[in-house]
């Protein structure tokens, strides 16, 4: 029998009302949408430093990035970006 554990408390699934279980699935759909608001949010701070890295650069140094200078750890040994 599946349960959940509300405070400390566990509820059989099966024995919960219609309504009960209906608001379990708002919960469930709410927690999913945070977790993915917070993975894009993880994302944009990402892009976010990039830009201001390469601002900085621009404003420091008169230039932009060479490709060459363009490094993602992480990902693979190397990625490329082809122009159409």
């Known amino acids: 029998m599946p ?3 509300i405070d ?37 701070q990402t892009a976010r430093i990039a830009y201001s890295r390469a601002l900085k650069q621009l404003l420091e140094e008169g230039t ?7 490094s993602i750890e992480g990902l693979g040994e190397n990625i490329e970006f082809e122009d159409d």
């Open 8 to 44: 400390g408390k566990e509820y059989d699934l099966e024995e919960l009302s219609d309504e009960s279980k209906a608001q379990l699935v708002s919960l469930q759909f709410v927690d999913a949408e945070l977790r993915r608001l917070q993975a894009q949010s993880a994302a944009l």
């Open 3 to 5: 349960n959940i554990t």
């Open 64 to 70: 932009s990035p060479k490709d060459e200078d363009i």
